[in-house]
């Protein structure tokens, strides 16, 4: 059994950077990795994605040239760096996982999700 716990959300300034932590428990390795976010009223959204073992990374089109997806092996942490935090990016981020280690932006692919870390970027 998977389990996603995050963290590193809060209430930032606008243009300010902010890292995110998915702690994964289980067997992930050929996993693909990724972070949603859903804002009050709105879908969730696809942001980033990685297959743990390596390869590519893949992004929302909102969110590339500004944010990061990484990952550290030993310590099973997925990572989200986020740089020049605007407004529009306040939302809860979760962190999910797919079993099947593709790399789709429906977040109806993916097996395992995190609880939620909340995001608030201030004007």
């Known amino acids: 059994q998977v389990q996603l716990v995050e963290s590193g959300g809060g209430l930032v300034q606008a243009g300010d950077s902010l890292r995110l932590s998915c702690a994964a428990s289980?067997?992930?390795?050929?996993?693909?990795m990724a972070w949603f976010r859903q804002a009050p009223g709105r879908e969730r959204e696809f942001v980033a994605a990685m297959i743990w073992s390596g390869g590519n990374s893949y992004y929302g089109d909102s969110v590339k040239g500004r944010f990061t997806i990484d990952r550290d092996n030993a310590k099973k942490t997925v990572y989200l760096q986020m740089n020049n935090l605007k407004p529009e990016d306040t939302a809860v981020y979760y962190c999910?996982?797919?079993?099947?280690?593709?790399?789709?932006?429906?977040?109806?692919?993916?097996?395992?999700w995190g609880q939620g870390t909340q995001v608030t970027v201030s004007s």
């Open positions: 289980g067997p992930i390795f050929s996993y693909t």
């Open positions: 999910a996982a797919d079993r099947a280690g593709r790399y789709g932006p429906a977040a109806g692919l993916y097996d395992y």
